[in-house]
């Protein structure tokens, strides 16, 4: 089983639509990330969190909101989903000290149309 | 601002060897990581560097010149496989991370 398990794996919805991104992690990290990926830019940050009680903004927030549930689960929200938001959406998680590389779930491909 | 630049595609020969360079401006450094992602995949972690020099790791070896805010990943004896998105990413002053757009790299044989 993966590690970083992020559902749905592809998901296609209308403008305006309320939208769900999960991720579950099983490595027993405590920091944990949502990125949103377009062509031919880097890995842009939306949220992250350092521990259940901790969330935290990104570069790009705007429209997006966050839940973390538990230590293993960090939730993405679309409020009020828009066409831009089109994108590949990773989760990742990393360990608790502050140089750790992070792990990558599988990625949600989201349209929206 | 803070600016990481990698070229954004190069093109090797199976059996050869190719150099994937990443130049960065950021306020503060706490290392330099080099991820692969193969197309529509997540990235994987390859190498991090936080001091000056060559670090060695089978294949692939990964530089790096504080001074000189430059980095690169050397891939030895290509294989297919290895054609993917080679990412760098800098850890900034306050511990984030700073990402590059990625180098697709193709393999021909």
């Known amino acids: 089983d993966a590690d970083v398990t992020q559902t749905p794996r592809n998901r296609i919805t209308k403008t305006g639509k309320r939208i769900m991104l999960e991720c579950s992690q099983t490595k027993g990290h405590d920091r944990m990330y949502w990125y949103r990926q377009d062509p031919g830019l880097g890995l842009r940050l939306i949220y992250y969190?350092?521990?259940?009680?901790?969330?935290n903004k990104g570069e790009i927030s705007d429209g997006y909101s966050v839940s973390r549930q538990a230590q293993a689960k960090f939730s993405l929200s679309l409020e009020s989903a828009i066409p831009n938001q089109t994108a590949l959406y990773f989760c990742a998680t990393s360990g608790s000290r502050d140089v750790q590389p992070q792990h990558f779930g599988d990625g949600t491909r989201l349209s929206i149309l | 601002g803070q600016n990481i630049d990698q070229p954004t595609e190069m093109t090797a020969t199976e059996g050869a060897i190719v150099q994937i360079n990443c130049t960065y401006q950021t306020s503060g450094f706490n290392g330099l990581f080099w991820y692969q992602q193969h197309a529509g995949e997540a990235p994987t972690f390859l190498s991090y560097n936080v001091l000056d020099g060559l670090e060695e790791k089978g294949r692939f070896s990964s530089f790096l010149s504080r001074s000189k805010g430059y980095s690169y990943l050397l891939l030895k004896e290509l294989q297919m496989k290895d054609s993917a998105s080679y990412l760098c990413a800098v850890l900034d002053s306050n511990y984030q991370l700073i990402w590059g757009a990625g180098t697709k790299l193709i393999i021909k044989p």
């Open positions: 969190s350092f521990d259940v009680k901790d969330i």
